[in-house]
């Protein structure tokens, strides 16, 4: 199984490692959506996380 996130502007992530997969998506909130930084913490991405195949 894999984690994986989903963003609402088509962006999406996908890791074995949950922890690597907050890294890529805090990520991409700073650079596509700088008006949610520090709104987005690790705590938030978790909670978007899913399991896929």
Same mark, same amino acid.
Not at 17 to 23: G, H, P, R, S, T
Not at 24 to 46: S, Y
């Given at each position: 199984?894999?984690?994986q996130?989903?963003?609402?502007?088509?962006?999406?992530?996908?890791?074995?490692?949950?922890?690597? +997969? /907050?890294?890529? #998506?805090?990520?991409? *909130?700073?650079?596509a959506?700088?008006? +949610? /930084?520090?709104? #987005?913490?690790?705590? *938030?991405?978790?909670?978007?996380?899913? +399991? /896929?195949?």
């Amino acid at each position: 199984m894999q984690h994986q996130v989903s963003c609402e502007c088509g962006y999406r992530a996908r890791e074995e490692d949950e922890d690597i +997969l /907050v890294k890529t #998506v805090l990520t991409h *909130v700073n650079d596509a959506h700088p008006d +949610l /930084v520090g709104e #987005v913490t690790p705590e *938030v991405v978790r909670g978007w996380v899913e +399991l /896929v195949p």
